[in-house]
């Protein structure tokens, strides 16, 4: 059964810093592509950044410049830093990872972001 887990979520001040780190489980094939989602209270879950198997990544144009995401394709792992963190990141972050025709998504982190 495939498991991914993320931590590292908490409570920031604004212009703060947090390291987001999704471990995946129970697959011993690469995922080929790992997502960070977050989903605010009231709104549409929405990808916050993406990196492929093969290092290609995308950000949602709202975080650019601010985080950053990397894996460690030997051990299934993404992470997401996160700085200069605003009230408007505030939301559940999700991992998803992606194989063939299987997404396997976490149970997400809260990320709470305080003016």
């Known amino acids: 059964q495939v498991q991914l887990v993320e931590s590292g979520g908490g409570l920031v001040q604004s212009g703060g810093s947090l390291r987001l780190s999704c471990e995946a489980s129970g697959i011993i094939l690469r995922l080929e592509v790992m997502d960070w989602y977050r989903q605010a209270a009231g709104k549409q879950r929405e990808l916050v950044a993406r990196?492929?198997?093969?290092?290609?990544?995308k950000y949602a144009d709202s975080v650019k410049g601010r985080f950053t995401i990397s894996r460690d394709n030997t051990k299934n792992t993404a992470h997401l830093q996160m700085n200069s963190l605003k009230p408007e990141d505030t939301a559940v972050y999700l991992c998803k990872g992606s194989y063939s025709l299987y997404d396997y998504w976490g149970q997400g982190t809260q990320v709470t972001v305080t003016s």
């Open positions: 990196i492929t198997s093969r290092g290609i990544i």
